[in-house]
């Protein structure tokens, strides 16, 4: 029997500023910093916890991910915690009410 034609998907890069990208074919689609694939899940956990920004870059990254990348992150992370809000909810919402 002959193999059905494998379907075309289309990959699309998009660029999310100067240092983001998200590329079908690089870590699964997720936001990476421009030419790694470092995550920015990855460095945004590092900002959350408390980490220098320059000891994020330098240290943590080796260089690959520059202070100002990291400023477009936080600043992409920002405008879509802002445009969410309307979709949020008070944790105490999520809380189990005591019987």
Avoid at 25 to 52: E, M
Avoid at 75 to 81: C, I, N, V
């Amino acid at each position: 029997m002959a193999e059905a034609p494998k379907k075309q998907t289309k990959s699309r890069r998009i660029e999310l500023g100067g240092h983001i990208v998200v590329d079908p074919r690089i870590c699964h689609g997720k936001p990476t910093f421009k030419g790694t694939r470092i995550l920015v899940q990855q460095v945004l956990n590092d900002v959350a916890s408390g980490k220098s920004w320059e000891f994020i870059s330098k240290v943590r990254w080796g260089g690959r991910v520059s202070v100002a990348a990291i400023a477009e992150a936080v600043s992409l992370a920002q405008k879509a915690f802002l445009n969410q809000r309307g979709h949020l909810k008070p944790a105490s919402e999520d809380l189990p009410v005591a019987a």
